[in-house]
């Protein structure tokens, strides 16, 4: 079932916006959080959005590619329409409690929050995302599944269900700003900032989350999820029984 709801109501006013940027989150899921807020400010020919980067605790975060973003500590931000959130290894290490009670913190006064590639995953570390659909990045809607049980995690691109809007990697992280351009500031906006960057979004719920991806349920057993993973791989040399028990006990 695709969930149709928008994340805030149409209008044109300025968005206060906070960017959320964690260590070792990759440079093209970055770029899909801010870009489409610049062009959009461009294409329009007036500010839809203005925004500030944020990092957990002021510290630069460092991305994969070496990029460094500078930004104050999560903490000190007081209100925000809406929050988007970066993040892409090491998560459980970036759940600190001081990060969560922030997320919970602003999820509180009612902030809208967009969250791309690992960036879900701190979502519902928070407790946040129960009782919500969501996704995040391919590799992990398994692990992601089996972990938080009370989530409707559906193997989409990218899912709206507000509050919150999650994506999973750059290209959906792209889908997912665009839908939000769209049902805020028109679909006619949405298509010009598409044409600056030369791409053809893909709309919701129209394509599964992984490269290529044929829908299929969510695997909740862990074991079950990587040994059909490994298959998965090896389909041109497959692997035998005992061969995949063995790299499973590793």
């Given at each position: ?45 007036r ?34 329409d ?15 409690p ?17 969250a ?47 509050p ?45 989350a992984?490269p ?39």
């Open positions: 079932m695709i969930n149709v709801k928008n994340l805030f109501p149409s209008g044109d006013t300025l968005l206060k916006t906070a960017v959320l940027v964690l260590d070792r989150c990759n440079t093209l899921s970055f770029a899909s959080a801010v870009d489409p807020l610049r062009a959009a400010n461009r294409r329009a020919g500010a839809l959005f203005n925004w500030s980067f944020f990092t957990p605790d002021g510290n630069p975060a460092m991305l994969t590619s070496g990029l460094q973003i500078e930004g104050a500590a999560i903490a000190t931000l007081d209100v925000c809406l929050l988007i959130i970066v993040a892409g290894f090491d998560l459980e290490a970036h759940a600190t001081r990060l969560l009670a922030s997320l919970r913190r602003l999820y509180a006064k009612g902030t809208a929050v967009a791309i590639d690992g960036a879900p995953w701190l979502l519902a570390r928070a407790g946040l995302l129960d009782g919500h659909a969501a996704t995040t990045h391919w590799e992990d809607l398994e692990d992601f599944a089996t972990r938080f049980p009370n989530v409707d995690t559906r193997r989409d691109r990218f899912v709206i269900d507000p919150f809007a999650t994506s999973g990697g750059a290209a959906p992280g792209l889908d997912m700003m665009l839908h939000l351009i769209g049902t805020r500031f028109g679909a006619s906006l949405a298509a010009r900032v598409a044409s600056a960057f030369v791409y053809d979004p893909v709309p919701l719920g129209q394509q599964g992984g290529g991806a044929a829908p299929r349920p969510i695997r909740r057993n862990p074991l079950i999820a990587k040994a059909l993973d490994l298959m998965e791989r090896h389909i041109d040399e497959p692997l035998s029984i005992p061969e995949i028990a063995q790299r499973l006990t590793l």
